[in-house]
């Protein structure tokens, strides 16, 4: 048997080691590792490199350290504490082959100490680290990867802080950079293809250039998604672009190259969808050749790929095959299977795995033959595992075909064990504060093989495989087919689509009608009380029986000892029936004109009766009313039906009432809206004829007063305001500019009231406001 899987679990005291064992005989597959170091206390983050030699953790209390393992089956750790980096540090980077790790930590305001440290690890012997490079990155979001790698870590990408991205030597960080790339504007991310140095060929990068918006958030410049290409000449690397695909609109960006790196994917989003059609903001699919010849919108309709395209849940590319899978519109929505063809450089639609699920998530494992499709996060967190069904050298196109399911309520985070035939799911927190929890499935079978419970967790990781590791195989193609006919066996269709049944009510079903009706007949047991939260039994009251004594037997009338005697029957299971008066005792034969409840003269007062009570017979036992027989079902079941019947017709005139009041006062309202806007408009207009009115008479005067002066050249013209050396041209010219502002206000007004636009009420008035302020300015130049 090989050996165990390995993953860590990060919670609020410890990180901790488990091993897995993947014998499925053993009843207890877990194992929590104890050799020293773990648990160490009181972790904050972590990461695996790679490789799976390394963890890079961060202890509040030690800082940074490095847990170095040795290889093989070998259970010796080794801790490595990096002084240099801040206790503060948030992740890890790791570069493609562990040479190099990278903390980050969040930027200090108004500090230029570095936030970002690289190091270099050293021989295999010591495993040393050193540090290689420190750089300041003032606003520095938690999980960017500012710093990158081509897979042989040849060259290696860096964002500035301003948005320029350098090329710099992948081994050497104080070099000076071999490359800046030239933006039109600040880059956001950017990704490194899977593509391997060959000849003058030594890497090709993606960068994403987020939209331009202007203070009120509208787009005023489109996003942009450019490749570069870099190649050697003469010793030096130079880069060439090679296509660059302008997006509508994009503020992030995630950025998607397929296996080969012949083809790209970006998923651009906005905080805020323009269309209105999703709350949680607006998403553009792109795809787009390395050599720039094919450049599609897959949520395009034009382009006949899919039809239900307002939203992107998912996307995602196959590990080992030019192939994805894209999870589109609202929920439930659909999941689609995609081929790309390099050599005619053209996408199309394989097959259509779910026409309509709840699903959000998509995760290949490393071989690619398995795919898990599950509705996580604020789903119900269903989840199906299709496998692949054709080989390459088959004569088949690409097919996914439905292997199991199962159901991972509440998951945060899941990922694919090294052996690509488990799954783990976690519920973590601070997304979900209860039943933190990990659970270990079986792809093929869809069951749940291991799992713990916490009481809070934060994070969880598989220890990977090395790259170059064959210890694992991948899953054959009988082994999937075999999985999906199990399936239809049970009650599933070849290929994952669900037999469609017809309607089986609860109790043809051999379901209780009700659970409820059948503990209150004594059917069914009633279930034990939750006692989580630990509630006290209530305490009886003490009976009246037992504070106050029974009287005795002699001391009871007839009817008291009767009752009595029915409640102490044992074998009285019948309620007694109400209390009833006693039947009527016959008369007996009476003197004339005696009445007929009157003693005879000498007749003795039986023992015990009051004198006003008649004579009683001897106590008699009552009987019993019979058992109550059993409702006719069918007729109960047609009152029901006519009492709802009754309740609906009764909702129905109700709403009617309720639809025809508010149209009245809605009536009504409209009504008192038009008779105030009729008497606002009357208002107006009767002050725009008294402002008119004046600037007639205010023209008057002055053209009054320039004839007074033209009649008497040689006398000094008198100021026409006392003191204020205000020329009657200048007067002139200011009544001109009040009845051009006055002109204008009455044009507005006729304009709003004809057309009901509350835009004209609001400019008729401000250049209302600028003739009040010309006339308020007149009058104290007159006052001085």
Known sequence: MSAPLSYFTR??????????????????????????????????AAQWSPDGLALALVDPTAGVQVVSFAGGDSQESTIHTLPAALRSTQSFLWSPKSSFVVSLAPGQKGSSEPNIHVWR???????????????NFPKLEKGARVIQWTPDESLCARLLPDGHVHIL???????????????????????FAPVRSRGALKGRIAIFVPDVRDDMQRVVGAAEVTIFEFHTDGGTVKSQDKVKVPVAAGQIAELLWNSTGSA????????????????????????????GECQKDLMDPQEGLVTNTQIVQAVAWSPTRDEFIFIHGFQPSQASLFSWDERTKKVSLAKILLEKAHRNTIRFN?????????????????????????????????????????????????????????????????????????SIWRALEGTRVAGSDFEELFDLQW????????????????????????????????????????????????EAASTVAAMMRGEVAAPDGDDRRKRQPRQMRQREEETNPSPRPED??????????????????????????????????????????????????????????????????????????????????????????????????????????????EAQMQQQRDLQAAQQREQQVAQQQQRAAQQVQREQQARDRAAQQQASPNRPPPPTEVGSGVSAAQLEALHA??????????????MAAASGYPGAHQQAAALQRQQAALQHQQAQQLLQ
């Open 556 to 665: 009871m009338n007839h009817q008291e000892l009767n009752n009595r005697r029915n409640s102490d029957d044992p074998d009285s299971h019948v309620p007694a029936s109400p209390e009833r008066p006693p039947p009527p005792h016959p008369p007996a034969p009476q003197h004339p004109g005696q009445h007929p409840g009157q003693r005879q003269p000498g007749q003795q007062m039986p023992q015990g009766q009051h004198p006003q009570q008649g004579h009683q017979q001897p106590h008699q036992q009552p009987q019993l009313p019979p058992p109550r027989q059993a409702p006719n079902r069918d007729a109960a079941a047609a009152i029901q039906q006519q009492q709802a019947q009754q309740q609906a017709a009764h909702q129905a005139q109700q709403l009617a009432q309720a639809e025809a009041q508010q149209r009245q006062r």
């Open 169 to 191: 030597n992948g081994t050497d960080f104080l070099s000076e950079p071999l490359v800046d790339l030239k933006l039109s504007h600040a880059a956001q991310c950017f990704e």
């Open 463 to 510: 220890r990977p495989e090395p790259p170059e590791s064959l210890r694992f195989l991948d899953v054959t193609v009988e082994e999937v087919a075999g999985a999906s006919m199990e399936l239809a066996k049970a009650g599933m269709a070849t290929g994952g689509v669900m037999q469609k049944q017809a309607y089986r009510p609860p109790k043809a079903r051999g």
């Open 737 to 750: 500019a009040q009845a051009a502002q006055l002109s204008q206000a009455n044009q507005l007004a006729r």
């Open 121 to 135: 690890r050293g021989d295999s012997a010591t495993d040393e680290y050193i540090l290689e490079a420190a750089y």
């Open 264 to 291: 790209l994917i970006a998923h651009c989003q906005t905080e805020v969808d323009e269309t209105g059609q999703s709350y949680y903001g607006g998403s553009k699919l792109v795809l787009i050749s390395a050599d």
């Open 11 to 44: 919670d609020k005291e410890h990180i901790k080691v488990f091993d897995f064992d993947l014998d499925p005989s053993k009843e207890n597959a877990l194992c929590e590792r104890l050799n020293t170091p773990f648990p160490l206390p009181t972790p904050k």
């Open 366 to 438: 490393h071989f690619g033959s398995l795919v898990c499709l599950a509705g996580f996060g604020n789903l119900a967190g269903q989840v199906d595992f299709f496998g692949r069904f054709s080989d390459d050298d088959g004569d088949e196109k690409c097919d996914f075909v439905r292997v199991s399911s199962c159901v991972a309520n509440c998951t945060v985070a899941a990922e694919w064990a090294p052996d690509g035939r488990h799954f783990i799911t976690s519920v973590l927190a601070p997304r979900m504060r209860v039943d933190n929890c990990c």
